[in-house]
């Protein structure tokens, strides 16, 4: 008895430290070709303080803040990411007991009689026999070639992969609730421009009315004044349906309904963030979409060994421990007792090339992601060095149209001026009031589209992803806390808003202004043009 057992430790110990060894290529990182420098604006930094950065949080808008905080716990796109993490991080567990020995329990009673035309059965003389068992089983599959450790190797891969997913999903839930928030603050610059604009226009309009009923100007002249402020009032309707758009998408990105948005800020109250730019070897171990690759890779590549050791036969072992009587009641005595153990092996010999159209399969795989990991890395370095030079060309685009509406405000006021001193007639005046409107409208989404290109370079450089703190459940609290506290603050002492904001506006004071029934209740009316005699 002692010399078998010591034959099977034996046995068992020669299996432990082959299986140590596993068929199949080991991982290794491919090399891809990089550049050596990124487009610069401000010099080169350390990369790594862009990973801790929230940087959404540097344009100091507490709004915006409490949007991306509610966006990280109500968005159905990062709640489906984390269950997919959650998944394989269960498969993980799934593959790596398998290394193990497996343990587990049975028992059985029943009564049976054999047939007297059986050998059995005519040397129990046609008697039922009663048994009971009652065992405790343990089995163990020996990973000899590796195949249960590249399995789990992949799991573990593919584990990675998801978590990384799931960071590149927050990373760009983030960045679409900046860039729909800065849209959002545009449209409402240039609500404000076109209705002011269109205020003006209706004064003048006014004024030209009643000088042409003292023959001081022409009926063409009153027609003019009255095409161009209805030309302003065609505007509204589409800015305000713009931004009724873009606030629903906000909604569906942070689960906040459209009436219970916070106060948001003007473009021009914000703080602009200060860009620079990290070495391209950071972008390999910061960006989710180059991990999530290259883990893919990794469990591909696994997977290869896996499929190869189909090629050799599994090994295992079993044992049982139990009892088993024909008597109930003598079932758990001491001759009951009974035991066994074995082992036993199985391979292929004939599977009409099954093994081998896996292991190809699994090649062909690894070679797929191979060459998703390596597009991966280079659309990286080329997102970086587009975000680089949007926002390089976002500033020079800023500053160009500035100093354009600039130049138009002064042309418009030396053509108002040459008109009210009678150096010029009043279609001059046209002509600059209409260069200058579209202009000033312009500028608002050239303000948004600057201020978002900074979120693209934190989002294009690997920066800025969500790091372990925010996802804390302290910090969480602690954020949601402000943000309920701000809400609180802004709704006792702001009207309720909804998918429209109030501007200030004169009330109607004469049959001409008469409420626009396309403006939302919620909105101070603005003067419509009068019924057409």
Not at 11 to 19: E, G, K, Q, R, T
Not at 27 to 54: C, K, M
Not at 460 to 471: E, F, K, P
Not at 515 to 529: G, L
Request: a neutral charge.
């Amino acid at each position: 008895m002692k010399r078998r057992f010591l034959i099977f430790a034996a046995a068992v110990s020669s299996a432990l430290f082959l299986s140590s060894c596993a068929v199949g290529p080991d991982y290794e990182r491919p090399v891809v070709p990089v550049p050596e420098n990124f487009r610069n604006i401000h010099g080169q930094v350390d990369a790594s303080n862009w990973l801790t950065a929230r940087w959404w949080r540097q344009y100091n808008d507490p709004a915006l803040d409490y949007l991306v905080s509610k966006a990280i716990a109500n968005n159905r796109t990062l709640q489906r990411t984390m269950a997919n993490v959650e998944k394989a991080a269960a498969q993980v567990t799934v593959s790596r007991s398998s290394l193990f020995p497996q343990l587990s329990y049975s028992g059985d009673g029943g009564k049976a009689r054999q047939s007297l035309n059986t050998v059995t059965g005519a040397m129990m003389d046609g008697k039922a026999i009663t048994t009971y068992e009652g065992l405790a089983n343990a089995s163990w599959e020996i990973d000899l070639w590796g195949r249960i450790r590249r399995q789990t190797e992949s799991a573990v891969a593919s584990y990675r992969s998801a978590q990384a997913a799931h960071k590149a999903a927050i990373a760009s839930v983030i960045g679409s609730v900046v860039s729909t928030y800065f849209s959002i603050l545009a449209a409402d610059e240039q609500y404000r421009i076109d209705v002011a604009t269109a205020e003006s226009y209706f004064e003048t309009y006014k004024l030209f009315k009643l000088r042409f009923q003292y023959g001081n100007v022409s009926e063409m002249e009153v027609a003019q004044a009255r095409s161009q402020w209805e030309s302003a009032m065609v505007q509204i309707p589409q800015i305000r349906q713009n931004r009724t758009e873009l606030i629903n998408s906000l909604s569906i990105l942070t689960g906040i309904a459209p009436k219970a948005m916070p106060q948001f800020k003007k473009l021009d109250e914000l703080s602009t963030p200060v860009i620079a730019a990290g070495i391209p070897s950071d972008l390999l171990t910061q960006r989710p979409d180059i991990i999530e690759a290259e883990e893919t890779l990794k469990a591909a590549n696994a997977d290869i060994g896996a499929a190869k050791a189909l090629y050799f036969p599994t090994i295992s072992l079993s044992a049982g421990l139990g009892y088993a009587s024909d008597e109930l009641h003598n079932l758990f005595k001491s001759p009951s007792h009974m035991w066994s153990y074995t082992g036993s092996f199985t391979g292929p010999i004939f599977r009409w090339g099954a093994v081998t159209a896996g292991v190809k399969s699994a090649e062909a795989q690894q070679k797929a992601m191979l060459a998703a990991y390596q597009l991966a890395v280079a659309q990286a370095f080329a997102d970086v060095d587009n975000a680089l030079s949007s926002r390089e060309n976002a500033v020079i685009e800023l500053r160009t149209k500035r100093a354009l509406v600039k130049s138009l405000q002064e042309y418009q006021k030396l053509a108002t001026a040459q008109y009210q001193g009678g150096y010029t007639g009043y279609v001059t005046v046209l002509q600059a009031e209409q260069s200058l409107l579209p202009q000033e409208i312009q500028l608002a989404e050239v303000k948004a589209r600057a201020m978002s290109s900074i979120g693209q370079i934190y989002q294009s450089l690997g920066g800025g992803w969500i790091d372990q703190a925010l996802i804390e459940e302290e910090q969480a609290i602690k954020d949601l806390e402000e943000a309920e506290k701000l809400k609180k603050e802004q709704v006792q002492a702001a009207p309720e808003t909804s998918s429209s904001v109030p501007f200030p506006l004169r009330k109607p004071d004469s049959p001409e202004e008469i409420p626009n029934p396309e403006i939302n209740s919620d909105a101070v009316p603005i003067p419509v043009a009068e019924p057409h005699k």
